[in-house]
């Protein structure tokens, strides 16, 4: 994916920086006990996969090695089968064995995000919807992760509780109403994107009629659902503020949720149930070659 921006090099080299500490404490023992002489490795994919973290990969062995050469054979954000020698590297043996597992741990991980993403924007295509990410990420890889599901093909919800007002039940109960709600929040914040959730569908019009950037759409039944969707697009309204889905979507249901004509679909579970994509780094130069 060309257009795919990474975090800034110091975000990655912070990411990196603690895993090392953490991984390495006062030196590697194992790796003392090889022969500090250059050496070769390759990087192996070994399941259908979408490639995401190279820039923590590299990070983690350029800090060890900061001549090591990495040859990359695949770009960030493409899909790979089962069986891709992804890179190979040439550098110093020790440095090569010590990242090892935290250059993995970064690249599986992403990775693994990455390929639950692109499952959900696929079950989702030719429809309107679009694939949200949520908080509820790994702490302290809450910029990783979300730049892994740019590379699975979805968007970023906030970053963080900075960046957008999101009203949620909380919110709105404390205020008394969605609209006293809406207007305490574009008065303090006028200038941040605005996110009401509500729970009715007479808090559904409130919101449209009150004006807000999106509205999320908690746990509504499927005809409770369709009939919001049947609101927000008709006049008054016109579908000029977008509709978001949130709450227990799970891939089954997501091609229905969006044939619904829904907006958005937020889901936790792309960066809160990760599941590693299983990779291997091993010494030597790839079979065959």
């Known amino acids: ?67 090591v050469r990495i040859d990359w054979r695949v770009e960030e954000g493409e899909r790979v089968a089962a069986g891709t020698v992804l890179a190979t590297l040439a550098g110093n043996r020790r440095a090569l064995v010590t990242a090892e597992r935290t250059s993995l741990n970064f690249l599986q991980t992403l990775s693994g995000t990455a390929t639950a993403t692109a499952a959900h924007v696929a079950a989702v295509a030719g429809t309107r919807a679009r694939i949200l990410d949520t908080r509820k990420t790994l702490p302290g890889l809450r910029v990783a992760q979300k730049y892994a599901v740019r590379a699975g093909g979805g968007d970023n919800h906030r970053m963080g509780l900075y960046d957008t007002v999101m009203l949620k039940e909380n919110h709105v109960r404390a205020f008394g109403s969605v609209a006293a709600a809406i207007a305490a929040a574009r008065t303090k914040h006028p200038a941040l994107p605005l996110v009401v959730e509500v729970e009715t569908l007479a808090q559904l019009r409130e919101a449209l009629e009150a004006g807000c950037d999106r509205v999320l759409v908690d746990d509504f039944d499927a005809a409770t659902r369709r009939e919001a969707v049947r609101i927000a697009h008709a006049a008054p309204f016109d579908g000029r503020i977008p509709l978001e889905v949130s709450g227990g979507v799970d891939l089954e249901q997501l091609r229905g949720i969006a044939e619904d ?8 579970g792309l960066t809160k149930h990760v599941r590693a994509v299983d990779l291997s780094l091993k010494l030597g130069t790839p079979p065959g070659e």
Request: proline content about 9%; some cysteine.
């Open 1 to 67: 994916m060309s257009s795919l921006v990474p975090p800034p090099a110091e975000q990655v080299d912070a990411d990196v920086a603690r895993a090392l500490i953490e991984d390495i404490g006062s030196g590697d023992v194992t790796a003392s006990l090889l022969p500090d002489t250059p050496d070769t490795a390759y990087l192996l994919c070994k399941e259908d996969a979408v490639v995401c973290g190279r820039p923590w990969f590299d990070t983690c062995h350029r800090a060890l090695d900061p001549e």
């Open 261 to 268: 004509g829904v907006d958005c679909i937020s889901i936790g």
